[in-house]
Each structure stands twice: as structure tokens, then as C-alpha cells.
């Protein structure tokens, strides 16, 4: 990752909604980010499995020197499921996830860089 990475591996490992624990929760923030995650998934009869989510992140945007607010904030969120059928040697996996997010940017001209 990142404008050095050369001839690198990547691995992505996926879990079925079957190998998840039933729910999980997770927040964490500070002064200028906050997050959460929750997550939840069941069984249907002894062939199905889904998991459902949502994901959102918000970020607080930054002040300049004398407080004014640079319009540089950011919000996202994230829901989604998986189900997994599973007969014998047969399967099937369908995912889903929908986004949304705003983000702000300075307007083009309004950011100076003046020596002090």
C-alpha cells in the first residue's frame, strides 16, 4: 500500500456469516473522530446464514488559527448484509452494502499560505 508497495501479496480472507459471532458492538472517538460498528447475524433453518451491519464515522473538521472552522469535516455510513445457503456441497453467497457521505472541501481560493 502507498506509492512505494512493489511486487507485494494481498491476502483477503472472508468469513462466512455462519463463522461470526451472533452480534458484536464497537464505538470509539476522541475530540475530533467518532465511529461505531454494529453488527448482528442469525440462522434460518440449518442452510442459511446472514449477518447484517452498520458502519458509521463521522469526523470533525478542523479550525484554523484563529477558530474559524475549515470546511474540511467529513461524515460516512455504511449498512450492508450477507447470506450464505449451504446444502451439502452446494453453496451460495449474496452481499450487499449501500454508502452514503458528504464531505466537506474549501472553496477554491478561500486557503492562503502567508509566512509569519
Known amino acids: 500500500m502507498g506509492c512505494h508497495a512493489v511486487n507485494g501479496v494481498i491476502n483477503v480472507i472472508t468469513r462466512s456469516a455462519a463463522q461470526l459471532e451472533p452480534a458484536s458492538v464497537a464505538a470509539g472517538g476522541g475530540n475530533r473522530e467518532d465511529r461505531a460498528g454494529i453488527r448482528y447475524g442469525g440462522r434460518f433453518g440449518n442452510d442459511v446464514n446472514f449477518r ?4 458509521p464515522l463521522r469526523y470533525a473538521g478542523h479550525r484554523d488559527a484563529v477558530r ?18 449451504q446444502r451439502d456441497a452446494d453453496s451460495l453467497m449474496v ?8 464531505e466537506g472541501q474549501p472553496l477554491p481560493g478561500s486557503i492562503s499560505i502567508s509566512r509569519a
Not at 52 to 55: A, H, I, S, Y
Not at 71 to 85: C, E, M, P, T
Not at 95 to 102: E, H, I, L, P
Open 52 to 55: 447484517r451491519l452498520c458502519n
Open 95 to 102: 452481499k450487499g452494502d449501500a454508502y452514503t457521505g458528504r
Open 68 to 85: 474559524r472552522d475549515e470546511d474540511d469535516a467529513a461524515h460516512q455510513s455504511q449498512v450492508g448484509f450477507r447470506v450464505d445457503w
